[in-house]
């Protein structure tokens, strides 16, 4: 069965610290993705990684920064976290190909005070 | 710029009753991919259907059905005779292209689902 596993459900953090989010997929796909959900405005793509060591930034990837060591593993990472980046935030990841469906993590709930 | 518009923005129906998700969709690619993804109160997205943009036959999967009209940009999708277990949002997203093989999805803002009993 398909799993992309997310390290923490829910978060609470301070403003200023660092935060890692991790992800990993069982499934051995080519493709990783990070999104942030916010209400009204759908998934907004922050970064995603083709391939080990490759990453690319997406349409919001201000604030973050991600790392991908492993072909399972794909971490997001909040270098100095702010109130506005409380958010869910989802992972996801695809195999290679122009039409492929991702498959999702069950998402981080971050609150940032 | 590509663009997905899910214009409903909470829809609550009895159950039992048939609804409609709409979905319009703006790209000037001539071959995409457009895709429903359904998100329970659980929080995980599940993929539901894919449509390719030379592929506009409905499709129906149980009381599940989809819509692909290329002429006016949309891609509803049905839910016949609802249950209280289809409540959830529902995403419509288009693929495009991005660096080396990935395909970024474009979301629209999503359509909360309600269904009562």
């Known amino acids: 069965d398909v799993k992309v596993t997310q390290s923490s459900r829910y978060l609470v953090k301070r403003t200023g610290e660092k935060v890692f989010l991790e992800c990993v997929q069982d499934?051995?796909?080519?493709?990783m993705f990070w999104y942030r959900q916010d209400p009204g405005l759908g998934l907004r793509l922050i970064y995603f990684s083709y391939d080990v060591k490759m990453k690319e930034k997406g349409d919001i990837p201000e604030g973050y920064s991600v790392s991908r060591e492993k072909k399972e593993r794909f971490s997001l990472i909040l270098e100095s976290a702010s109130t506005n980046q409380t958010s869910m935030y989802l992972c996801a990841s695809s195999l290679r190909g122009a039409f492929r469906e991702q498959y999702f993590g069950p998402g981080t709930r971050l609150t940032v005070t | 710029a590509q663009k997905v518009t899910q214009a409903q923005t909470e829809i609550s129906v009895v159950e039992k009753e048939d609804v409609t998700l709409d979905c319009v969709y703006e790209t000037r690619d001539t071959t995409y991919y457009l895709f429903w993804y359904k998100q329970p109160p659980s929080g995980e997205l599940v993929f539901l259907i894919r449509r390719n943009s030379f592929d506009e036959q409905n499709e129906i999967s149980g009381r599940y059905s989809w819509n692909f009209q290329k002429s006016t940009s949309s891609f509803n999708f049905t839910i016949t005779a609802s249950q209280v277990v289809d409540s959830a949002v529902y995403f419509c997203a288009l693929s495009e292209a991005l660096s080396g093989s990935a395909r970024q999805l474009t979301f629209g803002s999503g359509t909360q689902l309600t269904v009562l009993p």
């Open positions: 499934m051995d796909h080519e493709n």
